[in-house]
């Protein structure tokens, strides 16, 4: 069973910066590809950021420039890091990460992130 630990969340003032991070106990070679997504209230919840394998990137139109996925392996242990600069009101949300293993989807429990203007 894949275990995803995800930290980092929390309030900020807008232009600040955070850094998100999601630990997942899975190895490189069972993953297609590692993400972000947030779901705002009364909203549905949408892509932020994605990572392959191969360490492709894709953005949301809203977050290119200001937001960058990356990350990090170790044996049996992937942990995926968005890192939030120029931090907008409309960038809150929860945050969950997602790992698409070659089996099936997994996702966090979540982290919230409030910038106040």
């Known amino acids: 069973q894949v275990q995803l630990v995800e930290s980092g969340g929390g309030l900020v003032q807008a232009g600040g910066s955070l850094r998100l991070s999601c630990a997942a106990s899975?190895?490189?070679?069972?993953?297609?590809?590692m993400g972000w997504y947030r779901q705002a209230p009364g909203k549905q919840r949408e892509l932020v950021a994605t990572i392959t394998r191969s360490g492709s990137t894709n953005y949301a139109d809203s977050v290119k420039g200001r937001f960058t996925i990356s990350r990090a392996n170790a044996k049996n242990t992937v942990t995926v890091y968005l890192q939030m600069n120029s931090l907008k009101p409309e960038d809150t949300a929860v945050y969950y990460c997602?790992?698409?293993?070659?089996?099936?989807?997994?996702w966090g429990q979540g982290t919230q992130v409030t910038v106040s203007s």
């Open positions: 997602n790992v698409e293993t070659i089996f099936r989807d997994h």
């Open positions: 899975v190895s490189i070679f069972s993953i297609n590809a």
